[in-house]
């Protein structure tokens, strides 16, 4: 008898076990499956690509979504992991960066049925929705919190590259800066590479001993090092993209917030609603809580977020328009 027992039981518990399993793959088929080309530097960068890997998790434990990522191989070319993600039948491939935008206009040309989001660049195609941010908007803030905290009345700005979008944050930071005092002095320098620590410690080395004693970098990985060559000259740092404090808390007095997490979270949500379609191009300013400023530090934190709460009501309520395009020194 508990032979017999044994054997039903055994039974029962394995057809049980089947049918648990038979569920959760089925469960598994049905939950959104998004696919992420990340931009050049990749997971690492301590900005962009993590901002956006953190928006992807949010959205996996929040939506239930599964997602996977590719990071560029191949110098310049964003093709084979487009590829990987298109054979990896994803409901939605996303594309981060400017500069995957020619290699993912050309995939959603050969591939018509599937669905694509370009973020940080503006697309035509019809299976393409467009995101962008108003960088210049809330690198405007960080231009005035750099004039706040100068006291040589010259501060420096790195771009990663000498392009239209980079040229967005560098005009913003100008039209800030100038806006406290159109007698300080704003010095720029491109290092032509989002990837590399030791060219921004070389720039920001350069720039400081121009009397530059607050640096503003958008160059991704090199900015860290932009940062970091701050804290050890003594002088200010502002961060971008995330919040970078921990990269260098003797010198950060904040960052230029570039909500790319929430970004992707927002395109994943609206995609599952199905209304991500009828959205050919997002754009994500100051009034859409797309950028803004990370908290202040290391300075008098109320008189800071007093007046930079005055230049956004400004900014907002439309009285002030930030440039762009911007002239350059």
Not at 282 to 300: H, N, S
Request: charged content about 20%; overall charge negative; glycine content about 12%.
């Amino acid at each position: 008898m508990k032979w017999t027992i044994g054997i039903y039981l055994s039974l029962f518990l394995l057809l049980f076990t089947a049918g648990c399993q038979q569920q959760v793959k089925v469960e598994a088929e049905e939950r959104p499956s998004i696919g992420i080309m990340l931009s050049d530097v990749g997971l690492g960068d301590q900005s962009f690509s993590d901002a956006a890997f953190q928006g992807l998790i949010q959205a996996r434990d929040e939506l239930g979504i599964v997602f996977d990522y590719r990071e560029l191989s191949h110098a310049g070319s964003y093709e084979q992991g487009l590829q990987e993600l298109i054979d990896g039948n994803h409901d939605l491939i996303i594309g981060l960066g400017f500069m995957v935008k020619e290699d993912l206009e050309a995939k959603a040309e050969a591939f018509p049925e599937q669905q694509f989001v370009l973020i940080d660049d503006v697309s035509e195609l019809s299976n393409i929705t467009s995101v962008t941010f108003k960088e210049h908007e809330g690198s405007f803030l960080a231009g005035v919190a750099a004039a706040l905290a100068t006291e040589t009345g010259v501060v420096g700005f790195v771009g990663g590259a000498d392009v239209p979008l980079i040229n967005k944050f560098r005009a913003g930071f100008e039209q800030g800066v100038k806006s406290i005092d159109e007698d300080f002095q704003v010095l720029t320098e491109y290092a032509e590479d989002f990837g590399n620590v030791e060219a921004g410690q070389q720039l920001a080395r350069q720039l400081i001993q121009e009397q530059a004693d607050v640096l503003y970098a958008a160059a991704g990985l090199t900015g860290a090092g932009v940062l970091t060559e701050a804290q050890g000259q003594g002088v200010y740092g502002i961060g971008v993209d995330s919040d970078q404090y921990f990269l260098a808390e003797e010198a950060i007095i904040t960052s230029m917030m570039k909500h790319i997490d929430e970004a992707v979270y927002q395109v994943v949500t609206d995609f599952i609603d199905g209304i991500l379609l009828d959205q050919p191009h997002v754009v994500l300013g100051l009034q859409e809580g797309g950028v803004g400023l990370a908290p202040f530090r290391l300075i008098d934190e109320e008189k800071y977020e007093q007046e930079i709460s005055n230049w956004i009501e400004a900014i907002t309520a439309g009285s002030v328009v930030v440039d762009e395009a911007g002239g350059q020194d």
